[in-house]
């Protein structure tokens, strides 16, 4: 892939999050919906049990509810392509020499 | 579908955990010689674009909404198991770091989403492929993915006893198998973008034909 091809890719993905998320529903996703309608929904347990680092795609403290999804959601991205970079450079090197150009 | 922790009892976690560790250390073994120059910087487009695309919930019917999946996407672009591998990143980073699926069903959510979600799926496609065609079979196995992995999601709820069996599996179906029209139509655009622009990117091409 060319420097074009990747920030062409990587500036699709940004947009997806930063531009698009504030407009996502926010309506129930299927399994929440399913647990309203069959009252479960209580037995997720409320305190997470990690550190809260971007509860629920906002950063916390912003007050703007778009604009904290927007940044949360750029910098997730950011994190998943260097995440993603990383993984599979980690696992071509560990197989020595990277040449091949084949398919699965 | 992301399990909220509280959802699913300590054995199914447990299981599920097992199997997501050996699917994903298969995928390790196996996706070493599918890697080249040329996929590395495309796993981070895709792990970066899906994380994106997860973000957009889009609304169904009877106020709820779905979103993508992304596994058969990723392993039409990057071979089923840097595919998995792709959508196991993106499950863990919304873990820990979104608040987005639970800790101690993650091993639930890797299992659902990346191994039946992605892995067992992209057979599915495989399969099809040969009889109608690339695109077609994309849309009908997107679709399939996500009722699938709604499935397997339904059938831990139902071990678990949070939910009745029987319940559960219907209810789960019946939205995903609305949410799955999304899937398809989501995984069709982008495969024909990638098409259009790069189609020596579709890794499972040259695998396909022969």
Known sequence: ?104 | MHIPDGFLNVSVCAATGLAAVAGLGMSVSRSQAALGERTIPLMGITAAFIFAAQMINFPVAGGTSGHLLGGVLAAILLGPWAGALVIALVLVVQCFLFMDGGVLVLGANIFNMAIVGTLLSFLIYKALNRGIGHIPAAAVTAWLSVVLASGTCAVELGISGTVPMGLAIKAMLGWHIVIGIGEAIITCVVLGYVNAVRPDLITTRAEATT
């Open chain 1, 1 to 104: 892939m060319t420097r074009k091809d990747i920030l062409i890719g990587l500036g699709l993905a940004l947009f997806v999050a930063i531009v698009l998320s504030p407009f996502a529903s926010s309506s129930p996703d299927g399994l929440e919906r399913v647990a309203e309608d069959h009252q479960f929904l209580d037995k997720a347990t409320e305190k997470p049990l990690t550190p809260e680092v971007f509860p629920d795609y906002t950063i916390p403290g912003v007050e703007n509810e778009s604009f904290s999804t927007a940044i949360a959601g750029g910098i997730g991205t950011l994190i998943l392509y260097f995440g993603g970079f990383g993984l599979a450079k980690l696992l071509a090197s560990r197989r020595g020499h990277v040449s091949s150009q084949s398919g699965a």
